[in-house]
């Protein structure tokens, strides 16, 4: 096994609009003083922590990125390579994100993104930052592809949703952040709907496929009843993944293997 690198490692995993939960699992975290070193994430965990590893809290996090509409972060185009356009994620990580590059960035972040062109994950961490995070999040099928090096990619989930390889044997401590949970849901009608559902469908087993490499996970089974595109939910996305996390802090095992590994 490498040597360990960092203190504190972090993956937060893609969920579309259930990303809102990990500003408050950050949040609860922070609070006991338990930071990130590096932060691992995919998709909307990229975005979450791109702007955390810039400097911003999770508080602040979700002030930028809550949105008045669905149409203010995605708007539909005429479908060609995609049906919508991410311009809106685009503009807001242009107005908050300081860093321009991965090097810029205050905490070391890396950045998981499917390689369609050669069928296989590719794990930013150097260079232009924000193309990098788009292409993370360019869910397929909603979003076109995003072209770096004249090679096409697509969301990281297609491939690895819960990017917990790259930084795995570097941590002393893993810390997992996942939200995207699959259970039962009514409403299956409509392009855009079906798609996103079938995306995320294949993802939910990833946590019990690599759940047992964190020291403590947080996969609230209670994010089901939140829909992937629902970006008016922010608030009580952000609680549910606060009161969740603070709610595992409080367990006395989960207390003594915090202790056992951080001192």
């Given at each position: 096994m490498p040597e360990e690198k960092y203190r504190i490692g972090l993956v937060l995993s893609g969920g579309?609009?259930?990303?809102?939960?990990?500003?408050?699992v950050m949040q609860a975290f922070t609070e006991e003083g338990i930071l990130p070193?590096?932060?691992?994430?995919?998709?909307?965990?990229?975005?979450?922590?791109?702007?955390?590893?810039?400097?911003?809290?999770?508080?602040?996090?979700l002030a930028i990125m809550k949105p008045e509409s669905k149409l203010s972060l995605m708007r539909p185009?005429?479908?060609r390579d995609g049906l919508l356009e991410i311009s809106g994620i685009a503009r807001i990580l242009e107005?908050?994100?300081?860093?321009?590059?991965?090097?810029?960035?205050?905490?070391?972040?890396i950045v998981c993104a499917t390689d369609i062109n050669n069928a296989k994950p590719v794990y930013f961490s150097k260079g232009?930052?924000?193309?990098?995070l788009i292409a993370s999040s360019s869910i397929p099928v909603l979003f076109k592809p995003v072209k770096i090096n004249?090679?096409?990619?697509?969301?990281?989930?297609v491939l690895d949703n819960f990017p917990v390889k790259p930084i795995e044997n570097k941590c002393r401590f893993l810390i997992g952040s996942f939200v995207n949970p699959v259970g039962y849901e009514a409403a299956t009608s409509g392009l855009i709907?079906?798609?996103?559902?079938t995306f995320m469908l294949d993802q939910a087993k990833e946590v019990e496929q690599k759940g047992g490499?964190?020291?403590?996970?947080?996969?609230?089974?209670e994010l089901t009843k939140f829909s992937i595109l629902g970006v008016e939910k922010a608030d009580a996305l952000y609680e549910l993944g606060y009161k969740k996390t603070k709610e595992k802090l409080r367990d006395p095992e989960i207390q003594k293997v915090i202790r056992m590994k951080l001192g």
């Amino acid at each position: 096994m490498p040597e360990e690198k960092y203190r504190i490692g972090l993956v937060l995993s893609g969920g579309g609009a259930r990303g809102f939960a990990h500003l408050g699992v950050m949040q609860a975290f922070t609070e006991e003083g338990i930071l990130p070193d590096i932060i691992s994430g995919t998709s909307a965990g990229s975005l979450a922590g791109a702007l955390y590893c810039d400097g911003h809290s999770p508080k602040e996090i979700l002030a930028i990125m809550k949105p008045e509409s669905k149409l203010s972060l995605m708007r539909p185009v005429l479908p060609r390579d995609g049906l919508l356009e991410i311009s809106g994620i685009a503009r807001i990580l242009e107005a908050h994100l300081t860093a321009r590059r991965f090097e810029d960035l205050k905490i070391p972040l890396i950045v998981c993104a499917t390689d369609i062109n050669n069928a296989k994950p590719v794990y930013f961490s150097k260079g232009e930052l924000i193309t990098s995070l788009i292409a993370s999040s360019s869910i397929p099928v909603l979003f076109k592809p995003v072209k770096i090096n004249n090679i096409q990619f697509l969301d990281g989930g297609v491939l690895d949703n819960f990017p917990v390889k790259p930084i795995e044997n570097k941590c002393r401590f893993l810390i997992g952040s996942f939200v995207n949970p699959v259970g039962y849901e009514a409403a299956t009608s409509g392009l855009i709907t079906i798609a996103v559902r079938t995306f995320m469908l294949d993802q939910a087993k990833e946590v019990e496929q690599k759940g047992g490499k964190f020291d403590i996970l947080i996969a609230p089974a209670e994010l089901t009843k939140f829909s992937i595109l629902g970006v008016e939910k922010a608030d009580a996305l952000y609680e549910l993944g606060y009161k969740k996390t603070k709610e595992k802090l409080r367990d006395p095992e989960i207390q003594k293997v915090i202790r056992m590994k951080l001192g």
